[in-house]
């Protein structure tokens, strides 16, 4: 079933620059512009793409030789160098804070340098830093324990912090960058995870679980070896060149910019809130994510005592919990942007933040058997953790580029380092827990009021109302309420008002359980025929008045028949509802003119018509 689309207004130009003669010619013109695109992204969009890979194998890398070098292990060491957690707790202070003092002075680098160079910068940096704590190890030297550690801190802190930053600069905003950010989480957790799976390992072969300082030794230094690889991944990301930022840039109508501000699944029916509120928003979701961490950081060294003290783990034990631990908090990485994609990211980071501040009370109170209580600790970590790369890609999206810098969620997750101090100098105690569920439930109730203040959808309020007709396709929204004979409350099309109608021009249906859907399955005929719609009925007929932020698909994969989505932003006069295109250029031929005159007034003669039934 073909859906009956109007003839296209002769000179009608799309910002590719093919101008859409003739209805019969509209197939040609998706070609060519498919054509293009292609074109465009074998010119350049690898450097992009190679970058992310290197940056998030960098992230692995990094993440294993810190968990090798500075992690577990390492407290590990710092025992058996000196005898007591004090010792230890001594130089996770002094790391935590060290860490804290490099924020501010790399975040105002970071925003006034090329954050590449800075990342090299710190890279030759930590390489000092493991030449003078691997020498420290291997003659047990306690004052240059400190110092290699602390410079170690501080190059790990930087990294991550950094990284953050410049993923999010090579991605567009919305479900993209949250997936890219999801991966490099998942990548992070999963070089975590080696520390205690080598001393898992270890326990294992050797058959005992306590070691002399020799014994440690080449595990240690084993961290120190993978920094290498690590560095020569840093050095190989390069800026993306110009042909690699214009394969991403829109070939639509529209080029503007425009920012994903909320990630709610509403849609932005113009360019986006006020700059103030854009900073407030990303302050807020700082400050939960601050009150939270301290949480988080507490749990972190108090679940080793918890395994050990309430259920009698070996050592063996506590490195299999905490290995678990991380290949679940991995897993959990790469659930997230899938659910915030269905239910938008604000939804998604509420209902996480709600399930694992309710299990940690949970654990808390309930005294269980272990093979209930661990599996219960796994899920708690998992869902709590989840939602840190969708945290991150928000933050990304409301902060401009030039100071992401400073706005980093890194920064907040070595608040807890001091701590570590604390942690050791005592017993743990059940009320600690409970304690820890309270900063994460203060934490949720700064995100929420962030969160919850905010409109409902204007598609939806605007069908509810009455005030306005307005419908998603491909990302966009269109104010058709000059069709009100089609969209109408009581008319043929009414059903489309209100909803993400993308899957359903797609498969030309007008059934509902297909509005508000993904395109999974759908074939490139059915998106040519969705990009014909797009066109030749909706960008022709009606006013883009804004976006849809986090719809049920990833819109930037349509970059290549509409635009870039993340670049989107209506012109002015479309945003307060009207049609006010590009201006085409006028022929001096009195005869082209005429024609054209005359298609006009046929064209709009003709009714517009989308679907057929069924």
Known sequence: MAPAVPVQREGFQDASGFEIRHAEDSETSVRRRWSACCRHSREGSGSVSE???????????????????????????????????????????ANGMAALATALPVGWLADRWSRINVLRCNGLLGLLGAVALGWAILHDNIPMLFVGSTVMSMHNFTYFSISSALLAD???????????????????????????????????????????????HPILCLGFVIFVPYLVCVWRVQKPDAPSLAAR??????????????????????????????????TLLE??????????????????LFFKGDYGFSPAGVC????????????????????????????????????????????????????????????????????????????????????RGKHRPQLVRSSAGPLEKV????????????????????????????????????????????????????GRVFNVSAGEEFYAKGQGYSVFAGHDCTRAFALTSTKAKWLDNGLDGVTEKQLSQLNKTYWETYVAKYAVVGKLLDPPYDPSQFDRFVGSYADFQPVPAQANGTKAAKPVRQSKCPVTRAARAIGGIIADLIPRQLLGSG
């Open 287 to 304: 400050t939960g994510s601050l009150v939270t961490a301290v949480g988080s950081g507490m749990t972190f060294k108090f679940w080793p």
């Open 51 to 93: 970058g992310i890979r290197l940056s998030q194998v960098g992230s692995f890398l990094c993440a294993t030789s810190m968990s090798l070098a500075s992690g577990a292990l390492f407290d590990a060491y710092l025992k058996v160098l000196e005898g007591t957690n004090l010792f230890v707790g001594d130089v996770e202070t």
């Open 170 to 216: 090579m991605t567009n905003a919305g479900h993209e960058r949250t997936k890219v950010l999801g991966d490099n989480a998942t990548m992070s957790s999963l070089g975590r995870a080696s520390g205690p799976a080598l001393q898992l390992l270890a326990i294992l072969v050797s058959g005992r679980e306590d070691w002399t300082c020799e014994e440690l």
């Open 423 to 474: 942690v050791r100098h005592r017993e743990f105690a059940e009320d600690d827990l409970v304690g820890i569920g309270l900063c994460q439930g203060l934490g949720l109730s700064v995100r929420r009021g962030r969160f919850m203040s905010r409109h409902r959808c204007p598609v939806v309020r605007a069908a509810r109302t009455g005030a306005e007709a307005l419908l998603g396709i491909l």
């Open 320 to 403: 299999a919990m905490q290995l678990a631990v991380w290949v679940s908090i991995a897993l959990a990485a790469q659930v997230s942007p899938k659910l915030a994609r269905y239910l938008g990211r604000s939804r998604s980071v509420i209902l996480t933040h709600y399930a694992g501040c309710s299990l940690m009370f949970l654990i808390s109170f309930y005294k269980g058997p272990a093979i209930v209580v661990m599996p219960l600790i796994l899920l708690r970590n998992a869902v709590q953790n989840s939602n840190v790369p969708v945290v991150q890609s928000m933050i990304m999206d409301l902060v401009p580029s030039h100071h």
């Open 249 to 282: 840039e829109p070939l639509a109508a529209s080029t503007a910019e425009a920012v994903d501000t909320s990630g709610c699944g509403s849609c932005e029916a113009s360019a986006g809130p006020p700059m103030w509120k854009k900073w407030l928003g990303a």
